[in-house]
């Protein structure tokens, strides 16, 4: 971009600030150093945020197990030196507990069955803490909550219907929601708790969404609007568009031969492809860190507060013999 004819010839590269931001992304060594540094740390939790905004399948009984596995995977970037990986932590920390992390987040990776029976998970006492939290808040009954509790057993323990050879396959190939409708018959209040919670929505971007549709309601046409309509009106229209979206993926479960689900313009239409591919956002994606990482991730992580551990950054010396000349574009 900033070799390109176009920009030469334009008004910014002439000014003292596009002069400036030339003199850092052309010669400054460390600038693509710390990018490569701010990379390292950021990606595992790019990975988190597109799990939870995936549509494939509900995540809410994956996210707090997410969050554990990209912290440790920081922390192997870092190569596991204090230093370098406590301030980022503990700024993932503070950002989670106070304004992310709810007990629900633990009910739901306590009643994921791919994960809390896994032999590397090891927040039990933790999630089992905030499963106990959400069973009070959410369901008032004293006399559930018992037989809930009672319950909970047979699930530890894999007893009943849970404890069936094709129930311990399935735990990892469905769904959270669709394995306890499949095989909680047999304990029916923790059946309908378990998928009531893993069925709990979560997205990145939520607040987003409400902010476009406030912004189509409250126009200038209708600016008076008292704050409950307001808010009535949000509700409504969000949820009709959830309800859109859910009908237009059961379309092709129709009966196809009744008249009322014949679309007139079905082959005149043709939908884009989607941007992002559906394997991509899968809860696999959030792997355990491994201890060879690949060929971006084996560089020492730069440390700029002791000098002796950036003896060995030699390996990124190709910046000093840039050369501008190739990177010259046309205009297309």
Partial sequence: MFTCDKWVGSNYAKGSVGKEIIAIILQDKEYWVQCQYIIKVTKPLVRVLRLVDSEEKPAMGYLFEAMEKAKETIKVRLRNKITQYGPYIRVIDARWDKQLHSPLHAAGCFLNPAIYFSPSFTKQKEVARGLLTTITRLVPDDDVQDKISAQLEEYKTSTGDFGLSI???????????????????????????AIRVLSQCCSATGCEKNWSVFEFIHSKKRNRLDHKRLNDL????????????????????????????????????????????????????????????????????????????????????????????IYVFDDD
């Fill in 234 to 325: 949000v509700f409504v229209r969000y949820n009709l568009k959830l309800r859109e979206r859910n009908l237009s993926k059961t379309k092709s479960s129709l009966d196809p031969i009744s008249l009322d689900n014949i679309d007139l313009l079905e082959d005149w239409i043709s939908e884009e492809p989607s941007l992002l591919d559906g394997e991509d956002l899968s809860w696999e994606m959030v792997d355990a860190p491994f201890a060879s990482l690949s060929l971006d991730d084996d560089e020492e992580a730069p440390n700029f507060n002791d000098e002796d551990d950036n003896e060995g950054d030699d390996d990124i010396a190709p910046i000093r013999d840039f050369d501008p000349s």
């Fill in 167 to 193: 129930a311990i396959r399935q735990r990892e190939k469905l769904n959270p929601v669709a394995w306890w409708a499949q095989f909680g018959n047999d304990a029916s209040e923790l059946q309908k708790f």
